[in-house]
């Protein structure tokens, strides 16, 4: 197993923060958008951007970089943060959420947004554009490797079983599928509304390799990304425990923000409790 010091999951750590902090600026100033989702998947997409992928800023189109497909695209916010971050765009350019005329839309365009690699809103389509992504590179013999971060409430739409099966059958073990686990959806917990459990074993049952970890745990995020590295003749999913609206203590757990931009009282503390500066 691969060692990691302290300092450089500190630092990737950090950057998590970072995205969440911008996440929330982004919301409020738009006064609309999706900050419980965004803030579940943060520390997945650190570890993707800033340690596990092969892309380049200043060449969006490499041929051999590394795909991501956010199937989740109500929680655009954390991926236009960890984009900017990265160097896609200037990160002044955040707060230009949801304006008219912004290159950051509600949810992901890959017509507008460097970096955007498929446009994203409507659940349940990301896992079948990432296997498409896995095909072409296989049937080009590239290198190159898939990531997609699928949120719970998605698990419900039948085409993201259909695209589960076609994985497996295809024995795409290019592609790695983050399950961002953090048991809300719009309407209620995924328990209540469609009763996923037992999770584990239906993808076990569809032919994949699966792992479980602490979403929110760095170290877990990097080692079970490599664990899938290693995988042969089968896809991956990590399902990833996560707290929806994690780093902001009045969010956390909560389906009031599922999608709903913080007030300026709300938004205050949540900026106090990241570290940044009030509006």
């Known amino acids: 197993m691969e060692v ?55 060449r969006p189109d490499w041929p051999d970089r590394d795909r991501f497909v956010l199937s989740k695209g109500h929680a655009a916010p954390a991926l236009y943060a960890v984009l900017a ?20 839309q509600g949810h ?3 017509q507008k947004t460097p970096g955007v690699e498929m446009s994203t809103g409507s659940l349940g389509h990301g896992l079948a554009a990432g296997n498409g992504m896995a095909l072409a590179a296989k049937l080009d013999r590239k ?16 085409e ?23 048991k809300l959806q719009l ?5 209540n509304i469609m009763s996923l459990e037992p999770l584990s074993d239906k993808w076990k049952a ?36 996560t707290i929806k609206g994690k780093g902001v203590s009045y969010m956390e757990g909560s389906l009031h923000f599922h999608g709903k931009a913080p007030n300026k009282q709300e938004y205050e503390q949540a900026m106090k409790e990241l570290g940044g500066d009030k509006a």
């Open 85 to 104: 971050m990265a160097g896609y765009f200037q990160v002044e350019e955040l707060s230009s959420l949801r304006k008219m005329g912004s290159r950051l």
């Open 4 to 58: 990691y010091d302290g300092e450089f999951i500190s630092e990737l750590e950090a950057i998590a923060k970072k995205i969440r902090l911008h996440s929330i600026q982004m919301i409020y100033g738009a006064g609309s958008g999706h900050p419980g989702g965004s803030l579940s998947c943060a520390d997945i997409l650190a570890a993707l951007y800033f340690h596990v992928m092969r892309h380049d800023p200043k």
């Open 187 to 191: 309407d209620g917990p995924t328990e």
């Open 108 to 110: 992901p365009c890959m």
């Open 206 to 241: 569809f032919g994949w390799h699966v792992i479980e970890i602490n979403g929110h745990n760095m170290k877990e995020i990097i080692h079970a990304t490599n664990e899938a590295k290693g995988v042969k003749g089968k896809p991956t999913i990590i399902i990833c425990h």
């Open 160 to 182: 993201t079983w259909e695209a589960a099966m076609l994985a497996s059958h295809y024995k795409l073990d290019n592609i790695t599928v983050y399950l961002d686990r953090n």
């Open 143 to 158: 290198l190159y490797r898939i990531y997609v971060v699928v949120g719970d409430g998605e698990m419900d739409v039948g």
